[in-house]
């Protein structure tokens, strides 16, 4: 009985240390990938809430969650947002690893049946691994480096949220038109910033050319410069 008594308290202790390592390091990634990639944010986010809610709600929501994010990562890395993104992205990459080295060959994490810490570690990873992504960087870094997490997400999938082959089929058709959404929005995104570039460098050109006519206009006409034109004669 005292063994027992053991098991169930060292086992505790080590979900809940487990479940604050797994909040610490994934959870500021899921949110730069689902809130503040501007690409995932317009082409997979809002377009699902704007399925199931009004305009003002969504816009509310959006709002809180897109600051919320923020804060998360400004908080956990006291840095610039753009350092933020990509330390968050190589933290969870760094807590992915571990989970790897820690599941090993076992099915689930504490065993051969699944426990509250797997499916909460499911529900970090699902969307990772299945969600259409612009960025897809800890995507890859698990298909590679950890098969055998892209394993666990799969057999949670299988064995208890199994979908009906039709829905599985329309499933995977939206999610290849979404990548493909987010293929199109990357394109017109990197355009848009081809034709800055290039209406700015005009502008520029431009703004000196005009820039130089009014000072040799202006020094002119204060008699600063003058022109003279020289006749010989016979």
Same mark, same amino acid.
């Given at each position: $009985?005292?063994?027992?008594?053991?098991?169930?308290?060292?086992?505790?202790?080590?979900?809940?240390?487990?479940?604050?390592?797994?909040? *610490?390091?994934?959870?500021?990634? @899921? $949110?730069?990938?689902?809130?503040?990639?501007?690409?995932?944010?317009?082409?997979?986010?809002?377009?699902? !809430?704007?399925? /199931?809610?009004?305009?003002?709600?969504?816009?509310?929501?959006?709002? %809180? $969650?897109?600051? *919320?994010?923020?804060?998360?990562? !400004?908080?956990? @890395? /006291? *840095?610039?947002?753009?350092?933020?993104?990509?330390?968050?992205?190589?933290?969870?990459? /760094?807590?992915? #690893?571990? !989970?790897?080295?820690?599941?090993?060959?076992?099915?689930?994490?504490?065993?051969?049946?699944?426990?509250?810490?797997?499916?909460?570690?499911?529900?970090?990873?699902?969307?990772?691994?299945?969600?259409?992504? +612009?960025?897809?960087?800890?995507?890859?870094?698990?298909?590679?480096?950890?098969?055998?997490?892209? %394993?666990?997400?799969?057999?949670?999938?299988?064995?208890?949220?199994?979908?009906?082959?039709?829905?599985?089929?329309? /499933? @995977?058709? &939206?999610?290849?038109?979404? #990548?493909?959404?987010?293929?199109? @929005?990357?394109?017109?995104?990197?355009? &848009?910033?081809?034709? &800055?570039?290039?209406? +700015?460098?005009?502008?520029?050109?431009?703004?000196?050319?005009? %820039?130089?006519?009014?000072?040799?206009?202006?020094?002119?006409? *204060?008699?600063?410069? +003058?022109? +003279?034109?020289?006749?010989?004669?016979?």
């Amino acid at each position: $009985m005292s063994r027992y008594l053991e098991d169930i308290i060292y086992d505790k202790c080590d979900y809940v240390t487990l479940k604050c390592f797994v909040d *610490t390091n994934l959870y500021p990634a @899921y $949110m730069s990938m689902t809130w503040l990639d501007e690409c995932n944010y317009n082409v997979v986010t809002k377009p699902l !809430l704007a399925q /199931h809610w009004g305009w003002l709600s969504r816009w509310a929501y959006n709002r %809180a $969650m897109r600051r *919320t994010a923020e804060i998360v990562l !400004l908080e956990r @890395y /006291h *840095t610039s947002m753009k350092e933020a993104k990509k330390l968050a992205a190589a933290n969870a990459m /760094h807590c992915v #690893q571990y !989970l790897s080295e820690r599941l090993g060959e076992q099915p689930y994490f504490f065993g051969n049946n699944p426990s509250a810490f797997d499916a909460y570690v499911f529900g970090y990873l699902a969307p990772i691994i299945l969600m259409p992504q +612009s960025n897809d960087k800890i995507k890859t870094f698990i298909n590679w480096n950890c098969p055998n997490i892209h %394993a666990f997400v799969f057999r949670i999938l299988e064995n208890y949220l199994d979908l009906p082959a039709l829905e599985k089929e329309e /499933h @995977y058709e &939206r999610m290849g038109r979404i #990548q493909h959404d987010i293929e199109c @929005y990357k394109d017109m995104m990197a355009q &848009r910033a081809l034709n &800055r570039a290039k209406y +700015s460098m005009k502008n520029v050109l431009a703004f000196a050319t005009v %820039a130089v006519a009014l000072s040799i206009a202006c020094a002119y006409y *204060t008699g600063c410069v +003058s022109f +003279s034109s020289t006749t010989s004669g016979a």
